[in-house]
């Protein structure tokens, strides 16, 4: 079945609204008004042709489980046949992400697969319950939810570097031997900068954080998640405020709730410039590459059908 405007208007009709993690990050799109018409224009993304064709064709195998889909299965996190692997850019990340899913949480809804085809050998999976132990690499893991203790992503450095202290991570430099607080009493400016300071010394400024977590769910789903022991004394973070591109867009909630892709993206936009302290060149943009071309899809449909 070609996968045309009427088509692609009427699954969408279909789809109840749903997900906040699709998302959990708040966030601002900070766009030209030039631009609001469609925010995802300027990202530097590789040729969507292999899209274009595989549309026109309409459903396609997919390679492992042979279900009928589009672009790709999602539940295989795989390509289907008429899109071929090495047509797809694959995305390296600075560090590890794991997306805990919620069990109820619809296969085919969740960009979260998007991240698994992009960026493979970075991005894993879980569909909850079964999840890993956190506890023991708490001082090198952090977790994207917004709450009254979240920190924003140029503080992580700062917060995991004070976990280090609370003797959860030990080493033989200088700054580590003991909890910073039980050296001298300083003021809380004085504090932070030799807390900096210390993290500058181990030649590793921002890059103590080896993984972060995603929640892929809708916010009504999300505490059965966030308050697992699993989760309990790991890092939150709060991005920034973007408003989302997601069609899906959950009833009810503010346009500030990201897709699961979108708010992988962001985030790693922001540790690029806050913690890594390098200039952004689009070296993320390619996470959107399906999303972006979905997106696309589905605005020009609604626009058909309106004309209509």
């Known amino acids: 079945m070609s996968l045309n405007s009427s088509t692609l208007l009427n699954e969408e009709n279909s789809q109840e609204p749903k997900r906040n993690t699709e998302r959990l990050g708040s966030l601002e799109l900070q766009t030209p008004s030039s631009f609001q018409d469609n925010p995802l224009q300027q990202l530097q993304l590789a040729s969507q042709e292999v899209l274009e064709k595989a549309k026109k064709s309409g459903r396609s195998k997919c390679p492992q489980c042979s279900s009928s889909r589009m672009f790709y299965c999602y539940t295989c996190f795989v390509p289907v ?10 995305v390296k990340l600075p560090l590890k992400i794991d997306i805990i899913k919620h069990p109820n949480e619809t296969d085919g809804k969740s960009t979260a697969v998007h991240a698994k085809l992009l960026a493979p050998d970075d991005v894993t999976i879980y569909k909850y319950p079964c999840i890993p132990e956190y506890k023991e690499k708490r ?9 009254p203790n979240s920190v924003s992503v140029k503080d992580i450095a700062f917060h995991l570097q004070k976990y280090a202290k609370k003797g959860i991570h030990t080493n033989d430099d200088d700054c580590s031997r003991e909890p910073f607080l039980k050296q001298a009493k300083l003021e809380p400016k004085e504090e932070e900068k030799n807390l900096n300071e210390c993290i500058s010394t181990n ?7 080896k993984k972060i977590i995603f929640i892929d769910s809708t916010w009504n789903q999300t505490n059965k998640i966030i308050t697992d022991e699993r989760l309990q004394g790991l890092l939150q973070i709060e991005l ?40 952004y060149k689009g070296q993320y943009d390619n996470l959107l590459f399906f999303f972006s071309f979905m997106y696309t899809l589905i605005k020009n449909a609604k626009c058909c059908a309106a004309k209509e």
């Open 81 to 90: 046949e008429t899109v071929p692997t090495k047509e797809i850019p694959t």
């Open 139 to 147: 001082h090198e893991i952090a977790l994207i939810f917004p709450g």
């Open 203 to 209: 030649g590793t400024e921002g890059t103590r954080l």
């Open 240 to 279: 920034k405020t973007r408003k989302t591109c997601f069609w899906r867009h959950q009833k009810g909630k503010p346009d500030t709730y990201l897709s699961t892709i979108e708010a992988i993206y962001y985030f790693l936009v922001d540790y690029h410039q806050e913690i890594l302290k390098e200039n």
